[in-house]
């Protein structure tokens, strides 16, 4: 079988156990994936480079960005040039972060110029990314969706009831993700006997006092607010997805959110934005396990996608479970690596 270089791997487990659970099923199907040092990548060799979140390499420092740039540039270069086929998982197209746009842009640029393979998450991702980056085109795509994330995260605690009331906001609290859609919309209307929770850890500090000042006024105004804004553990988020009746997900871009994925794997609803991070949920599950939101976001719509989630909210899609469990797409994506390596890429429909 192939020998698989991962970056991130298995030390991403914490912070987001997507990899960590690639890495496992490439083992148990018989590849030998790592993600060696710095010494190795120039020494070693490889038949297979997956990278996933290359966007990461742009520091917030400038030289730092630059010297990062020029070694992971120089590594893949070396690599392919010892016939490693590089194969970029896309979670994004563009950065969350865009700490520097421009030099992000120069970076992929020369990073797909030296891709062989891309996996994509739905073929709405796939069609954004071409058109943004028509070199893309040219390159054998393969189109498997976002895997859930089985074991990986925590049982709910035994002590933890069930509050089927709850509207929760959970998650690292950051601009595009479209909190202040659903602060909006709550401000602009009058107060209902729906507890609403937002866990999560703000950008910045002045960034928490401004939110925190914003819930209050909420609070005081009759709603029942209750916030927590520090990052959550994974058994924080076991917790928070079993006692909401609706996990609202304003996003305002991106290509997938392994959230999403999370929380209708535990059969928690969503209500999500028309972006095509949601379109493969809207269809596979649709309301009212997954409710799209009609911008701009309005209480009423909250109050009615929570209302219809009631009939469901605790119950796993099995069938859903079933068809993107580990398993399935990791053994898809195995075999899009040998074919990257029998045939160089070519005959791939996409």
Not at 83 to 101: C, D
Not at 241 to 265: D, F, H, K, Q, V
Request: proline content about 7%; overall charge positive.
């Amino acid at each position: 079988m192939a020998r698989v270089w991962c970056f991130p791997g298995e030390e991403n487990r914490h912070s987001n156990p997507y990899t960590a659970i690639l890495i496992g099923q490439l083992r148990r199907l018989g590849h030998s994936p790592s993600s060696p040092g710095w010494k190795e990548r120039f020494t070693g060799t490889c038949d297979i480079l997956h990278l996933h979140w290359p966007q990461k390499v742009i520091q917030p420092g400038l030289l730092r960005s630059l010297r990062t740039i020029a070694a992971w540039a120089v590594f893949l270069a070396l690599q392919k040039a010892r016939g490693a086929k590089i194969v970029w998982t896309m979670h994004n197209a563009v950065s969350h972060e865009q700490l520097r746009p421009r030099l992000e842009r120069f970076w992929m640029a020369r990073f797909m110029a030296l891709l062989d393979g891309i996996h994509a998450m739905s073929e709405s991702s796939l069609a954004q990314a071409r058109l943004r980056h028509p070199v893309l085109t040219r390159i054998p795509a393969l189109v498997a969706p976002h895997w859930t994330y089985s074991g990986a995260y925590p049982p709910p605690a035994a002590t933890i009831g069930l509050r089927r009331d709850t509207v929760s906001f959970l998650g690292d609290i950051k601009g595009y993700k479209g909190l202040d859609d659903m602060l909006a919309a709550l401000e602009n209307a009058e107060p209902d006997s729906r507890r609403y929770l937002v866990h999560g850890l703000p950008e910045s500090p002045a960034e928490a006092t401004a939110l925190e000042a914003r819930l209050a006024a909420l609070s005081g105004r009759g709603w029942r607010m209750e916030w927590v804004l520090t990052r959550l553990s994974d058994q924080e988020m076991a917790d928070r997805l079993n006692e909401t009746l609706i996990l609202l997900l304003p996003y305002r871009r991106g290509e997938n959110s392994g959230l999403a994925i999370l929380a209708a794997e535990r059969g928690t609803p969503v209500m999500v934005s028309g972006i095509s991070a949601f379109s493969g949920l809207l269809d596979e599950l649709g309301p009212p396990r997954v409710t799209a939101i009609t911008a701009p976001l309005s209480h009423r719509q909250i109050a009615e996608a929570a209302q219809a989630a009631a009939a469901v909210a605790g119950a796993v899609p099995l069938h859903f479970v079933a068809r993107r469990s580990p398993e399935r797409v990791v053994a898809e994506i195995s075999n899009y690596y040998l074919f990257l390596m029998d045939s160089g890429g070519r005959k791939l429909p996409r």
